[in-house]
């Protein structure tokens, strides 16, 4: 009686076309076991990264691939993005922030880029480039810029767990603090910090791409939006009421 179960559940549309031509009423319009492996790499493709440039990216230049190697990435993701060849600083910013070791028994290790990962860092640092109105002056910013201007933060730890901050901290008075990319939801970044009472608390900040970053106010838990600023710049409008006082030393990224 062609009675299919709902597919409003469902958010990705790519899934939700797959089951509709598996369960067409025609058989001969259902699709071959072929064309249902194309299908489902890009179904992996949109489940890792949801930024649609680089959905886009990965669909064109790496279908089907898991991971790529960083030297065979780099070179396919600045063609496709149109961007020039990073300097050094803002190259090894990327490398620590996408790149992971892959070992296996044959060939010797070599800094990759996995699928998943590169979802994460768009999340975190996205998009990959964006105009934004500054006053009466119109920018471009990259997703190298906002990485490096992170990275060069003397509070910026990285993906350190809850458990690594907690160590780092231990030892520092009331009012050091870090900022990490939470180890949780991609897309967020937690300060955390020593308080007054020297117990150590986290806090998490969303990310919101183009729009800035937002939080809860530790006082008066209302929503602190700060359109158009940059992660540093947030931080300093948090200091007075999150008494951040000294960047906790100790970042890779230093």
């Not at 003397?154 to 160590?167: C, L, N, V, Y």
């Amino acid at each position: 009686n062609n009675v299919r179960p709902p597919l409003d559940s469902i958010k990705l549309e790519s899934i939700r076309e797959l089951l509709d031509l598996c369960w067409h009423k025609e058989p001969s319009q259902r699709p071959s076991f072929c064309k249902i492996i194309t299908m489902i790499d890009d179904i992996l493709v949109d489940c890792a990264i949801k930024d649609p440039e680089g959905r886009e990216f990965w669909k064109k230049q790496l279908k089907g691939k898991e991971f790529v190697p960083f030297t065979d990435f780099l070179p396919l993701f600045l063609e496709f993005a149109k961007l020039e060849q990073p300097d050094t600083v803002h190259l090894e910013c990327l490398k620590l922030l996408v790149a992971k070791e892959h070992r296996d028994n044959i060939m010797k290790p070599v800094d990759v880029v996995r699928i998943e990962d590169f979802g994460i860092l768009l999340q975190n640092f996205g998009p990959i480039k964006h105009v934004r109105q500054k006053k009466d002056v119109t920018e471009e910013i990259t997703i190298f810029e906002r990485m490096y201007n992170t990275c060069k933060q003397p509070w910026f730890h990285g993906d350190i767990s809850k458990t690594q901050a907690e160590k780092i901290l231990r030892g520092y008075r009331e009012g050091y603090f870090l900022v990490r990319l939470s180890s949780t939801i991609a897309g967020c970044f937690t300060i955390s910090r020593v308080t007054p009472s020297k117990s150590i608390h986290h806090h998490r900040v969303d990310y919101l791409g183009a729009k800035g970053f937002a939080t809860r106010s530790i006082s008066t838990k209302a929503i602190i939006r700060a359109p158009n600023k940059s992660l540093r710049s947030f931080i300093n409008l948090l200091k007075d009421e999150m008494h951040l006082q000294n960047a906790c030393p100790g970042s890779k990224y230093r």
